[in-house]
């Protein structure tokens, strides 16, 4: 994207690959590996631990607010921040990285504002068992048809999550879990969820590289697996924007948009908006956009449309 007066904030659009915004929307969710940087992954990754050591220093990590960050959860395998926004430059640059900004713009459908920047530390319970068919926390920030429109063919949700591990996440590290293609189906959770321990290839887990992404829509049934007790293991993850009502461009309007159906193709970034053009019909019609432990880290961001 050019910048322009108005908005001078460079980033990429497409953000996706045509295969990967089909990925996301039959699956409501995408890992793109090596969104970050070796570099990038080392900076963000020290300022999270120098952080986690300031806040332990005080001795008492829940009491205390550290440039305008807190811990909003504690234990002794288990350090969740929330508000790092403000914490370190690298993590400001994390924040703001252009391509993680528009594979959010892309989804979403506009321009987005961050409505929320977490990290997690997490490290295995050594005294923890391991089910070999475990039920988990699922949840959802939003269901269809509430949240989701289809535009040019494809599923939009104006409340979009990326998390991005710092270090390798493996199968036994209790990275996020999903009921795949849950995001487009509007019937109860609890039905949704039943469908998926009866047939458990529904549910997807993400595996990946240190300093990959998975970016998915909030309509999409998810939850944290727990980690394996045979190591142990910190994580850290970027929280996007996210809004639960659709953007609004008064120039570039979002042609023939409707609110999704289980059984409507959907758009799938953080945040993104419809128009025509030769570019946007490469990418399936997406349209211009307008507007002795082994650490597993996983940063969080959330993000909404710009009201």
Do not use: W
Request: proline content about 9%; overall charge negative; charged content about 15%.
């Amino acid at each position: 994207m050019t910048p322009t007066p108005a908005d001078p904030f460079k980033r990429p659009f497409p953000a996706l690959t045509s295969a990967q915004r089909y990925h996301f929307d039959v699956f409501g969710y995408v890992v793109i590996e090596n969104t970050l940087t070796a570099g990038e992954t080392s900076a963000v990754l020290n300022a999270l631990q120098d952080l986690k050591r300031e806040f332990e220093a005080t001795g008492d990590p829940t009491g205390t607010i550290i440039r305008n960050c807190h811990v909003s959860g504690y234990s002794p395998t288990n350090m969740h921040f929330a508000h790092v926004l403000e914490t370190d430059p690298a993590i400001l640059d994390y924040v703001t990285n252009p391509r993680l900004v528009g594979m959010a713009e892309e989804v979403v459908g506009g321009i987005v504002r961050l409505s929320e920047s977490e990290a997690i530390i997490n490290s295995r319970d050594p005294d923890s068992y391991t089910d070999p068919e475990p039920s988990f926390g699922f949840h959802f920030g939003t269901r269809p048809p509430h949240g989701t429109y289809t535009g040019n063919g494809l599923f939009h949700s104006n409340f979009v999550k990326t998390l991005t591990n710092l270090t390798e996440l493996g199968p036994d590290d209790g990275g996020t879990v999903v009921i795949a293609g849950s995001h487009k189906i509007a019937l109860p959770m609890d039905d949704i969820v039943a469908c998926a321990y009866e047939d458990r290839s529904l549910i997807h887990q993400v595996v990946a590289p240190a300093g990959s992404t998975v970016l998915f829509a909030e309509a999409l049934i998810h939850a944290t697996a727990r980690s394996a007790a045979t190591a142990s293991a910190p994580s850290s993850s970027p929280a996007t924007p996210h809004q639960c009502s659709r953007p609004t461009d008064t120039k570039n309007p979002a042609p023939n948009s409707s609110p999704t159906s289980p059984n409507t193709p959907g758009n799938t970034s953080s945040a993104t908006s419809s128009g025509a053009g030769r570019r946007a019909s490469a990418h399936y019609g997406r349209g211009r956009r307008t507007s002795p432990s082994r650490g597993v880290f996983q940063f969080i961001l959330t993000t909404l449309p710009l009201a």
